[in-house]
């Protein structure tokens, strides 16, 4: 690892990581618990859950509403979450007043405190589900009279002030039934000065109805509301992986105080107290454990699916489960600041932090709609005026293009696929800051690493010894580690490791005149004879020992055992050579071939080390290139150097150390961060448990998720421009284009977005890891 401690800048307060300004991104807020841009810190905040608010549509006309309410500084929020979150002046303006505002709108808006069980009933429970059930039974009604009165689905029955007749009153109670979901909406967007879809379903009806057509205009509110029924069901399937982390962590907890155990709600636990954890449950916070050994589920948190055992002075986390045994826990900080509680609040940021093809398709929509708007006017007004047509045929065509016109399909495909695919990633152990950095990882075509602690296990571990005068190894292992017991040196820590998993005990053996040589070893006398453990440099000439440079070569870091005669130093009599090294987890070459199956180019080696160790830490991973020695800032510039040679690249660090490169590169990724309260808000992506082979999952995740947003932009889209194109020719009916053209790609994007909710990592190819190799460290 470099040694520098600089923080990354990726995320300020006010610019999200996506370099947009949170006005133009949408996010509001670029960390958690910073205020807006331009928001006082010292103005108030209030949270509302919006019931019906299912697309950036929605969410366009209640933020363009509110801002022009005296006192409101920014609302910003998710139409997946539902969520909304005003900044606003309170001397000028409550809470009340802007909710009041935003039910006159058409909305239903709910205080965050009272929307809790009242949000829970579902999207086919709710009151538009009512209203579009009734509104389909009574079309369905008035389909059967009309076929029992012996007239055809197809045949023009009413005309334009023609009595409607019992089937055309049931088809109109169904209309105003069905459009009761939109309509309210619809006044609201007027009011707010938007043209949004209710508004052209809206027109479309009353259109309909105006000329007579009371069948397509109860086929129009009935199929609309269905429509929007099923997005609110996809925003909720979506959003229910949200809900899925907030059930991680329990109800209650457990608790000592005052010497008794006591039952307490798990928000209510803070750092300091103990708290006690038994078979099957979960742990309320995170914390040390001081009494106790259980295996511990740790899947919900790091995606790591086999058990860690854990015991006195080990960490666990919230959401854990305990399987077998009794654990006592010290809580380590205060129960809203758990590594789980801060990976909801990062998923719902996420939400708000909008993807440049959501941003894209915003834009599109905002010119797409009243485009087709005035060609919905012209469809009308060119053949009746300048040719004399029919001017109800002409009408009915003009708002079957409204019909089409409407962007719901469009605006509602980016969000929920972002939103499956973020959710999905928590699950499995790796946090994605929102969209902006899961379409760039879609892009990245080339990964740097660092080295130590990401590819190496992260400390020196003894890996040959070779005797220089026939001493047994044991004899060699246990002589140096008795002599190296005394030190806190990294390599003597090592080798006494080392010496105990031979099953020495170096601890036990008689060591006397121990004396450290800072900088040089250490020199002690055991067994009757004197020793020195150390730099080979202790030599007058190292040189003469030809394993010393066959060793440096392979990048070893060596330590030199010799016989010290004269107890002096000026004589030494080498022994053994130990050679030490920070070596590749085994497993780190198969996860770099399964990044190359997922269209990685390029794999680059960062290092601060020296260049034998790197080459040899390279070679060993099957890594393209290496660069040693670097600093932190020269780390930068080789990042850039990749990027501007392979395009986009994710730069894979512990999200501390690493930070400035991490920050440089298109896409940070921090390794660890579930032990990292830095790595947790540094990185654009964080993997929550030091496992490598999460990558490739990213990698493919991403990629497969870029692929459904374009293809849902591209399917709605050219949908919509092949039906607007048969409209003049009469080859496209009003009820075809709510049901094809709405309902239809509404339907099918949503279905495209969800799939994204099922993936998960694959197994590993057994022909790519070793037997027994574990992906963590």
């Known amino acids: 690892m470099s040694d520098d401690r600089t923080e990354g800048t990726r995320s300020a307060a006010g610019d999200c990581a996506c370099g947009a300004e949170a006005s133009e991104c949408g996010a509001g807020v670029a960390v958690p618990d910073v205020p807006p841009r331009g928001v006082d810190a010292g103005l108030s905040r209030a949270e509302f859950r919006i019931e019906d ?55 239903r808006a709910l205080h965050a405190d009272e929307a809790g069980e009242r949000s829970r009933a579902g999207a086919w429970r709710s009151r538009r589900a009512y209203f579009t059930y009734a ?81 397509e205009a109860a086929a129009i509110a009935f199929l609309f509301s269905l429509a929007e029924l099923l997005e609110s069901f996809a925003v909720e399937r979506a959003n229910a992986s949200v809900r899925s982390l907030m059930e991680l962590s329990p109800d209650v907890a457990s608790v000592l105080r ?58 666990v986390y919230a959401g854990s489960i305990a399987l077998e045994g009794f654990l006592r826990v010290r809580s380590s900080r205060d129960a809203e600041d758990t590594t789980l509680a801060r990976m909801i609040r990062l998923v719902e940021e996420a939400e708000r932090r909008r993807a440049p093809s959501e941003r894209f398709v915003e834009r599109f929509a905002r010119v797409y709609t009243p485009v087709v708007t005035i060609a919905a006017a012209l469809v009308v007004a060119v053949p009746v005026l300048a040719f004399g047509a029919p001017f109800e045929t002409w009408l009915l065509r003009g708002l079957t293009l409204l019909v089409i016109a409407c962007p719901c399909a469009l605006v509602i495909s980016t969000p929920v696929s972002v939103v499956s695919a973020v959710t999905s990633a928590a699950r499995n152990g790796v946090l994605i800051k929102g969209g902006d950095s899961l379409e760039r990882m879609g892009e990245v075509r080339a990964m740097a690493f660092d080295k130590s602690g990401t590819l190496t296990h992260g400390r020196a571990e003894l890996v040959e010894i070779v005797s220089l005068d026939g001493t047994n190894e044991d004899v060699v292992l246990g002589v140096a580690a008795a002599a190296e017991a005394r030190s806190e040196h990294p390599l003597g820590r090592a080798i006494v490791r080392a010496a105990r998993v031979r099953g020495l005990q170096p601890e036990s053996t008689r060591v006397d005149e121990f004396a450290s040589m800072p900088g040089r070893g250490v020199r002690a006398r055991i067994g009757g004879e004197r020793f020195v453990v150390g730099r080979p440099t202790l030599l007058a000439d190292p040189g003469r020992i030809p394993e010393l440079a066959r060793l440096t070569r392979e990048g070893r870091t060596t330590v030199l055992l010799a016989r010290d005669p004269d107890g002096d130093g000026g004589r030494l009599e080498p022994v053994a050579v130990l050679a030490l090294s920070d070596e590749p987890r085994p497993f780190v070459r198969g996860v770099f ?184 460290a």
């Open 53 to 107: 608010m299912d697309c950036a549509s929605c969410l366009a006309t209640i933020r363009g509403a509110l801002a022009d309410r005296p006192g409101v500084v920014s609302a910003e929020g998710s139409p997946v979450s539902r969520r909304l979150v005003v900044s606003f002046d309170g001397t000028l303006i409550d809470p009340e007043a802007v909710r009041r505002a935003i039910s006159d709108l058409g909305y």
């Open 593 to 776: 071939e399964e990044l190359r199956d997922e269209g990685i180019r390029r794999i680059v080696l960062l290092s601060g080390d020296h260049g034998a160790a790197v080459e040899a830490v390279g070679a060993a991973v099957g890594a393209d290139e290496v660069h040693s020695r670097l600093d932190p800032a020269e780390k930068v510039d080789a990042v850039r150097a990749v990027e501007a040679d392979w395009g986009r690249v994710a730069m894979v660090g512990d999200g501390v150390n690493d930070a400035p490169a991490l920050a440089a590169a298109s896409v940070g990724i921090a390794l660890g961060a579930a032990a990292s309260d830095a790595a947790l808000e540094t990185a654009d992506i964080a993997l929550m448990g030091d496992d490598l082979g999460r990558l490739p999952y990213l990698v493919g995740l991403s990629r497969l998720s870029r692929r459904v947003i374009r293809q849902n932009i591209a399917a709605a889209i050219l949908l919509k421009t092949v039906l607007a194109l048969g409209v003049p020719l009469g080859t496209v009916s009003l009820i075809v284009a709510v049901l094809v053209g709405d309902m239809g790609a509404s339907l099918a994007v949503t279905t495209n977005a969800l799939r994204l909710a099922r993936v998960t990592p694959r197994d590993r190819p057994a022909d790519r890891y070793p037997a027994g190799d574990e992906l963590k």
């Open 258 to 315: 005052d010497g008794r155990e006591v039952t307490v709600p798990a928000s209510q636990v803070r750092a300091g107290e103990e708290v006690l954890v038994r078979p099957g449950e979960r742990v309320p916070v995170d914390g040390v454990v001081t009494d106790g050994v259980s295996a511990v589920n740790e899947a919900p948190i790091t995606g790591e699916g086999i058990p860690a055992d854990r015991g006195p002075g080990d960490e």
């Open 135 to 215: 509104a389909g039974a009574l079309y369905a009604v008035g389909l059967a009279t009309r076929l029992l009165a012996g007239r055809g689905l197809t045949e023009h029955v009413h005309g334009f002030g023609t009595p409607p007749g019992l089937d055309g009153t049931l088809f109109l109670v169904a209309a105003a039934i069905g459009a009761w979901n939109f309509v309210p909406k619809a006044v609201g967007a007027l009011r707010a000065r938007r043209l949004d879809m209710h508004v052209l379903m809206a027109l479309a009806v009353v259109g309909a109805i105006a000329i007579g057509e009371y069948m």
